[in-house]
């Protein structure tokens, strides 16, 4: 509220021909002030129907008055005045408002010209009245008329935003002028918008999505002004979006922006490479010679880098660049050993770490021959291999390979793993497992002292698909038994253990017997074990153990086997 300023007179007394003159000078009223929304365009007049020229025109930022019996500006009387208000301004989404006032003597509001409050009599105390109304969306026109005839003069009047979640149903607009800016260099995005109108807005939420994602309903920030850095975005060479939307002070949210793209730069270096190996053999009919380096694929690599040192801590010099899993140092000279790393490189050009170091040297490149003459002859124990003695004169081991046969007939595999290593002067291998007439395959694998395979370089191998015996005793072994049995080969025998059950006084041990075909008693016992001392070598042996009770009875058994070589 701006109070009005009182105009300046000048007063001159003039002599003429002997009389005394009084002459008044006032200035006119000055032109119209250009008032900013949303403040106020006042105007004064010395009358109660707001007609002729007004005294006096000025901005006011709000409407709280009282003049007493004051004249509420120069030129004006003390009573019988009017001042008028008025103000057009952007109300934004619009919404429900309400319009206080307070006044002595009279006021009346207008709305685009339309009224919504009259108070307008001649009274003696102060008179008040709220009165709601819903504006539209856009820019809309107050008006306020005030006058006052007699004795005391005040007046006050706001328009405010009714903050109630039941009556305030009406989203604030959509932000407008959305702009986004990025940064390579720092890998920010900076995001700009208008103001909005909403004379009841709380804030705007920015909402960020990775292309081919929608965006969540958490939003990445809230803030009141109108420009956000996302300094979050990760530097991945990935599109992500985004959107503002404006809120109030009910709650009402906005529809979003349309959605403003930054594809970030690459920052991000791909994983090292994993399985880093360095062998020095490529196959007989190889021509080329050289130490092999090979890793795994690294996801988003487009191209690896091979570094050497001839100490593991030495100096790492950068051998050459591929698109390749595998790369030939054919500058390796043999029986020397170098020590490899492998970095890989994106196609923005982010490289990462280097491996793990690993070493190698060339030897020779001959592998051992393919094993032959493997025969597997089924066993009460499992199997019995036996196989040709291999030629290779550096031959370091032979690994056994079993596993089970996969693929329709013609097609067929031996599938499975490593079951162990036998010593160079070893021709024969007794492989123990429980003997329940299941086919199964193995294959016998030559390997020399630089490591390499006969089945890597001159394979594939040929498997030899075998049954087992079936041992299983005919006398199925119940479950629900307390006694929880272990059998292992110990010594020159078995030993037992198991768990101590509840309330028994003792424990009898079984061994079944495949001529009788029958769990026959070894021994009674109050410990928690037993060695079997006379199981025979060269067989599978099935035990039982249950627990004894004081009135005589017995649990169930519980049971366990183990197989013996020769």
């Not at 509420?72 to 103000?87: E, I, Q």
């Amino acid at each position: 509220m701006n109070p009005a300023r009182r105009t300046a007179a000048t007063a001159a007394v003039l002599s003429t021909t002997g009389a005394l003159l009084s002459a008044l000078t006032t200035t006119a009223a000055s032109a119209a002030p250009s008032c900013v929304s949303p403040v106020y365009t006042r105007t004064f007049y010395a009358n109660t129907t707001f007609s002729g020229t007004p005294k006096k025109t000025d901005c006011d930022s709000g409407i709280s008055e009282n003049w007493g019996t004051a004249a509420p500006a120069t030129g004006l009387p003390k009573d019988n005045f009017g001042v008028r208000w008025s103000v057009t301004r952007d109300f934004g989404s619009g919404g429900p408002f309400s319009l206080p006032v307070s006044t002595q003597d009279g006021v009346r509001v207008y709305l685009d010209g339309v009224r919504k409050v009259d108070i307008w009599k001649n009274v003696s105390a102060n008179q008040s009245k709220s009165v709601d109304v819903t504006i539209p969306s856009g820019k809309h026109t107050l008006r306020v008329d005030y006058v006052n005839w007699t004795g005391t003069a005040n007046v006050a009047f706001s328009y405010l935003p009714r903050l109630s979640a039941d009556a305030d149903k009406v989203k604030p607009l959509v932000p407008t002028g959305t702009s986004v800016a990025y940064d390579k260099e720092t890998g920010k995005a900076k995001l700009s918008w208008a103001k909005n109108k909403e004379m009841d807005l709380a804030g705007y939420r920015v909402y960020r999505r990775l292309k081919g994602a929608s965006f969540g309903s958490k939003p990445l920030a809230t803030t009141t002004s109108t420009s956000y850095t996302d300094a979050t975005l990760p530097k991945t060479g990935e599109t992500y979006y985004y959107e503002v939307r404006a809120y109030d002070r009910v709650g009402n949210e906005s529809t979003g922006t349309a959605d403003q793209a930054v594809t970030t730069v690459d920052r991000v270096a791909p994983d090292a490479p994993a399985n880093v190996s360095a062998g020095g053999h490529f196959g007989p009919t190889d021509s080329t010679g050289g130490l092999k380096v090979a890793w795994d694929k690294v996801a988003g690599a487009v191209s690896y880098r091979v570094f050497r040192a001839a100490s593991e801590n030495g100096t790492y010099t950068a051998l050459g660049t591929t698109d390749q899993l595998s790369y030939l140092d054919t500058s390796a000279a043999e029986k020397v050993t170098y020590y490899y790393r492998v970095s890989a490189v994106d196609a923005a050009g982010n490289e990462s770490a280097q491996s793990e170091t690993r070493y190698g040297k060339i030897w020779d490149n001959d592998p051992p021959a393919l094993v032959t003459g493997l025969s597997v002859t089924p066993t009460e124990y499992g199997f019995h291999l036996d196989w040709d003695k291999n030629p290779a004169t550096d031959l370091k081991y032979y690994e056994i390979h079993w596993g089970e046969v996969m693929g329709d007939p013609g097609d067929q595999v031996c599938w499975g793993g490593t079951a162990d290593y036998v010593s160079p002067d070893r021709t024969s291998y007794d492989y123990t497992t429980l003997p329940d007439g299941d086919e199964v395959c193995f294959f016998v694998d030559a390997v020399d002292d630089e490591g390499n395979s006969a089945i890597k370089w001159n394979g594939p191998a040929e498997a030899v698909p075998v049954t087992e015996l079936d041992m299983t005793p005919s006398e199925a072994t119940p479950e629900g038994s307390p006694v929880r049995l272990s059998a292992t080969a110990a010594g020159t025998g078995v030993a037992l253990g198991w768990n101590a059950v509840a309330d028994a006084t003792g424990y009898q041990v079984y061994r079944w017997n495949p001529g009788s075909k029958a769990y026959e008693k070894l021994g009674a016992t109050t410990d928690t074990s037993y060695e079997d001392s006379g199981a025979a070598k060269g067989t599978t042996h099935f035990y039982r153990v249950v627990a004894l009770y004081a009135d005589g009875t017995e649990s169930a058994p519980g049971g366990d086997w183990v197989a013996l070589a020769p």
